[in-house]
């Protein structure tokens, strides 16, 4: 059920609910599970709609060693139920969460003492009960000794979006490779100025055509940009009340089950749980001509 934004409608439902949408702009994700007092991340929700998986730096992952862990909740009931963190985390980091839009694979990126450099980005593939199968990292066509994060499939499958830095970037850039079988090409640089001197942190498709939403950090500050097909043309703020040059708004991803939502992770002033929190929104509409 959607709940209209207000104080009203904040105060009666201290949301656990999948998403509070025929709100006018936004609303909080799963407040008490998803959205709690500690800082929670990338949020990304199956095709099926019944299940979330998200990071958090919450206590009890199990990595056992603190940082960020992945956790995941159940739809039940129309809320989000039974928040626990994936048997996958390590002591390292795992971050940056994402659901092919077939529901075959979660990928996600990590710093684990397994990798090449750094974080680099892994995928785990979904058996037909639910469960996850053997993490597998991503080949060296992706993976280098830089950090790479914030994988994005695109809808069809043909093209992983993904942030990496190193040699010759300008800090974090945005990297595109194409689909080969079951695997991925040779990774290749978006152009100027969609990569600029700040620090392009991923972002994630606005369909099969080519539009994007950019998380860009400059100063320490990280901000939601959209941008059409030709990734030469300016990129536009994101329509969203805190989604300023001086917060900290970021991770956006399309609600599998209802492309025409979208979650981000940030900051706002209310409705508020604790550090970062996630947000559900409309998902913009870019035409590409």
């Known amino acids: 059920m959607r709940t209209p934004l207000s104080l009203l409608a904040l105060s009666l439902s201290l949301l656990s609910a999948p998403g509070a949408m025929a709100l006018s702009e936004f609303g909080i994700e799963g407040m008490g599970v998803v959205s709690t007092k500690a800082n929670e991340a990338q949020a990304t929700i199956a095709p099926d709609g019944k299940r979330i998986v998200w990071a958090s730096d919450r206590a009890g992952g199990a990595g056992g060693a603190g940082g960020w862990d992945l956790w995941q909740a159940q739809l039940r009931d129309g809320r989000w139920q039974d ?53 597998l990292a991503m080949p060296v066509t992706v993976n280098t000794a830089a950090d790479e994060r914030r994988p994005a499939v695109r809808p069809d499958g043909q093209a992983l979006l993904f942030a990496r ?8 850039d945005l990297f595109v490779a194409t689909a080969q079988g079951r695997g991925f090409n040779t990774a ?19 369909g099969n055509d080519g539009a ?20 030469r043309k300016p990129a536009v703020p994101l329509g969203l009340s805190f989604n300023t040059a001086d917060g900290q708004t970021g991770a956006p991803v399309v609600d599998a089950s209802k492309p025409g939502e979208m979650v981000v992770a940030g900051q706002a002033r209310s409705p508020k749980a604790g550090g970062l929190d996630v947000y559900r929104m409309r998902a913009p509409m870019m035409v590409c001509r």
């Open 212 to 231: 994007l939403a950019v998380t860009r950090v400059v100063g320490g500050h990280s901000q939601v940009w959209v941008v059409g097909c030709d990734y």
């Open 165 to 172: 830095n190193g040699k010759g970037t300008q800090g974090f």
């Open 188 to 206: 290749t640089a978006l152009p100027a100025p969609l990569n600029s001197a700040a620090d392009e942190l991923g972002g994630e498709w606005l």
């Open 83 to 135: 928040p626990a963190p994936l048997a996958l985390n390590t002591a390292g980091d795992e971050v940056d969460p994402f659901f092919s839009h077939d529901g075959a694979w979660l990928y996600f990126a990590s710093n684990r003492d397994s990798g090449r450099g750094g974080f680099d980005l892994y995928g785990v593939m979904i058996r037909e009960d639910g469960s996850f199968g053997t993490v």
